[in-house]
């Protein structure tokens, strides 16, 4: 089964930036939309970007003008450039690939932002 291998994540003074990959283990058919989402401690996973086939991107209005999401459609890889640092952007951050059929998950980077 195809898995999808997220790399990139650490830990950052705020301020600063990482970014984040994410790939798959195989070969994924009919990839549509592509995104990264987060979860904090104590909280829901929440929408952090979304790109389309076509390269329609969306952010959450609390990421908005820091992070960039951007994909490879011949690799099937999706990134998330992300500036300007804050400490309650800390959370795990997954990616997500979506197909005509099915949603597959990474299994997580663990993003930590010190003040």
């Known amino acids: 089964q195809v898995q999808l291998v997220e790399s990139g994540g650490g830990l950052v003074q705020a301020g600063g930036s990482l970014r984040l990959s994410c790939a798959p283990s195989g070969t994924i058919f009919r990839v549509n939309v592509m995104g990264w989402f987060r979860q904090a401690p104590g909280k829901q996973r929440e929408l952090v970007a979304t790109?389309?086939?076509?390269?329609?991107?969306n952010y959450a209005d609390s990421v908005k003008g820091r992070f960039t999401i951007s994909r490879d459609n011949a690799k099937n890889m999706v990134s998330l450039q992300m500036n300007s640092l804050k400490p309650e952007d800390t959370a795990v951050y997954y990616c997500?690939?979506?197909?005509?059929?099915?949603?597959?998950w990474g299994q997580g980077t663990q993003v930590t932002v010190s003040s």
């Open positions: 997500r690939v979506l197909t005509d059929r099915y949603a597959y």
């Open positions: 790109i389309t086939s076509g390269g329609t991107t």
